[in-house]
C-alpha cells in the first residue's frame, strides 16, 4: 500500500509539474490573407474550433495550473470567427477561474473595426498586430489572395485601436527583405504610441518551407538588432515615461541579468513546448507548440481520445523536447555563453537541420548578440532598464558588474 501511495504521489507531483503557463487556441484555420510564408497554412480552409472543444482545453488547463496563465487566440484570422469569439470570452466570464487568466488576440489588423475595438476593451483582452513593415516594400510578402498588400488596412486598423485607447503590441516576422529596416517599425511605433514589439524569426515551414533564402545571416541579424539597441536606449533615457520594449531583446537582456531563472519560454533551454506552452487545432489535435500545428510529428495528442493530464505524461513528444537542451547539444554544451542562451528555436533547428538535437540557425546571431550586451551591461555602459522591465535590472547590473571577467 505504502509503494502504491508512493507511485500515485510520484504521479500527481509529474501531472502538477507538467503545467502549461500559455496555450494558443487556433480559432479558425479561414484567413483573409494568404502571406507568402505562412507557418500554417492560412486560409487553406474555414473550420472553426467548436466553442465546447476551446473550453474543455482551457477547464483541463486551469485544473493542472493553479497560477494564472495566458490564452492567445490564433488564426487564421481570429476575427473571422466573431461568434466564436464572443461565445468564448462570455464563456470564460463564467469561470471561477476567469481572474487569474489573460486573454490576447493576434490579428493581422485588416477587420478591425470600431465594433471590435469595443469588444477588446469591453473583455481586457490584448491586441497583437503583425506587421512587416511600413512600406509596400518591406511589408511585401502580406498580401490578400488577390496579391494586393495589406499595408494600408493595418495601418487604418491600428489607427482605430489607438482612437479607442486599445494597447497594442506589433508582431514582425524578420528576413533579409526587412531586416535593415526595423529601425523604420519602431519609428512608426513611436508615432502611434505604441510600446510593446517583437521581432520574431522565420520559420521555413507552411508556405515558406521553400523560402529558406529569407532568412538573414548571424551576422546580419546582429548588426540590425544592434542598431535596435541603440535606438531603444536613445529613445528610452529621452522619454522615461513612454519606453518602447522590443520583447526578445527584453528576455535575452533578463536572461543576462537572472540566467537560472529564464523567465520567457522561448528563451529558456528547454524551451517549455509541451509543457509549458500547448496549441489546440480546429480539430481535437493538440500540439507542443502553435508552429508545429498541423505536423503530426509534433502532436501531443488529441482532446477527444485523451485528457490533456494523460497526454502530457504519456506523450513521446513531450519527452523528446524536454530532452532539448544547451545540455543535451554538444556545440551549446561547450559553449561559453550556454548560461545565457537557449540553443534557438527548436522548431527552427527541426525545420531547417530536419533534428532537434542541433542549434538553430540563429546561432551566430546569439554568439554575437550576447557578448555585446553582457559586456554594456557587466562594464556599465548600458542601463538595462532600457531594454527590459525588469524590475530589479538595475540592481543586478550594477551587482554583476564586477564580476564580467568570469562569464
Known amino acids: 500500500m505504502l509503494d502504491l501511495a508512493k507511485a500515485r504521489w510520484l504521479y500527481e507531483r509529474k501531472a502538477n509539474h507538467a503545467a502549461p503557463t500559455a496555450i494558443v487556441l487556433k480559432t479558425t484555420r479561414a484567413c483573409n490573407l494568404r502571406c507568402s510564408y505562412c507557418y500554417s497554412y492560412g486560409g487553406s480552409d474555414s473550420r472553426v474550433l467548436p466553442l465546447d472543444l476551446a473550453m474543455r482545453m482551457v477547464d483541463e488547463v486551469s485544473a493542472l495550473n493553479g497560477l494564472p496563465f495566458t490564452i492567445y487566440l490564433h488564426g487564421g484570422e481570429p476575427l473571422l470567427c466573431e461568434d466564436f469569439l464572443v461565445g468564448f470570452v462570455s464563456a470564460m466570464s463564467t469561470r471561477d477561474y476567469y481572474l487569474r487568466v489573460t486573454i490576447g488576440v493576434q490579428t493581422n489588423g485588416t477587420l478591425i473595426t470600431q465594433r471590435w475595438a469595443e469588444f477588446f476593451r469591453k473583455w481586457c483582452i ?15 510578402f502580406r498580401t490578400f489572395p488577390t496579391k494586393e498588400n495589406c499595408l494600408d488596412r493595418v495601418v487604418g486598423g491600428l489607427d482605430i485601436l ?9 508582431l514582425t516576422v524578420v528576413t533579409n527583405q526587412n531586416v535593415t529596416h526595423l529601425l523604420e517599425i519602431l519609428e512608426f511605433a513611436k508615432s502611434r504610441g505604441i510600446t510593446d514589439l517583437v521581432f520574431n524569426d522565420f520559420i521555413p515551414r507552411g508556405y515558406g518551407s521553400s523560402l529558406g533564402d529569407l532568412m538573414p545571416s548571424g551576422t546580419t541579424l546582429f548588426e540590425a538588432m544592434k542598431e535596435v539597441v541603440n535606438w531603444l536606449v536613445c529613445h528610452n533615457s529621452a522619454n522615461p515615461h513612454s519606453r518602447i520594449y522590443e520583447r526578445n531583446l527584453s528576455y535575452l537582456v533578463r536572461n543576462i541579468l537572472d540566467p537560472e531563472r529564464k523567465p520567457y519560454m522561448c528563451l529558456s533551454s ?22 508545429f500545428i498541423g505536423d503530426p510529428e509534433f502532436a501531443v495528442g488529441n482532446l477527444y481520445r485523451q485528457t490533456l493530464r494523460e497526454m502530457m505524461l504519456s506523450s513521446s513528444v513531450v519527452k523528446r523536447l524536454n530532452a532539448r537542451s ?47 550586451l553582457r559586456t554594456q551591461i557587466y562594464d556599465q555602459l548600458l542601463d538595462p532598464s532600457l531594454l527590459t522591465r525588469h524590475p530589479y535590472g538595475k540592481r543586478i547590473g550594477a ?8 562569464l
Not at 126 to 140: A, H, Q
Not at 162 to 170: E, F, P, Q, S, T
Open 326 to 372: 544547451t545540455s543535451s547539444i554538444k556545440k551549446c554544451f561547450e559553449c561559453e555563453i550556454k548560461p545565457h542562451c537557449s540553443g534557438g528555436c527548436a522548431a527552427l533547428a527541426f525545420y531547417v537541420n530536419g533534428v532537434l538535437d542541433k542549434e538553430a540557425p540563429t546561432c551566430d546571431y546569439y554568439r554575437k548578440m550576447i557578448p555585446f
Open 399 to 406: 551587482r554583476c558588474s564586477g564580476h564580467g571577467s568570469e
Open 162 to 170: 489607438r482612437k479607442n485607447g486599445i494597447a497594442v503590441a506589433l
Open 126 to 140: 490584448g491586441v497583437g498586430v503583425s506587421l512587416d513593415g511600413v512600406s509596400r516594400e518591406t511589408n511585401r
Open 270 to 291: 528547454p524551451c517549455g513546448a509541451g509543457s509549458k506552452h500547448l496549441a489546440l487545432d480546429v480539430d481535437g489535435t493538440v500540439y507542443a507548440c502553435d508552429v
